[in-house]
């Protein structure tokens, strides 16, 4: 059986650190940056954990091999 391939735009989009964890870009910075305020602006800096079931969505369809 042939190898599965990895999703382009997710390799781009998440990291799987050392203990499994899947780490993605905060939401919410696009465009309308207008309407938030200061204090969201910086709270949504870096990168944010996702949480377990988006995880393991993120892991076994989108990184089959980064388990």
Known sequence: M???KTKSG???RFKVTA???VLAAQSGKR???IKRTP???RQKRGTDTLA???AK???QHYLPYSR
Do not use: F, L, R, Y
């Open 52 to 54: 377990a079931p988006d």
């Open 2 to 4: 042939s190898k599965m």
């Open 31 to 33: 465009h309308g940056m």
């Open 39 to 41: 204090k969201q602006i």
């Open 10 to 12: 997710a390799k781009k």
């Open 19 to 21: 203990t499994g964890k």
């Open 57 to 59: 969505i993120v892991k």
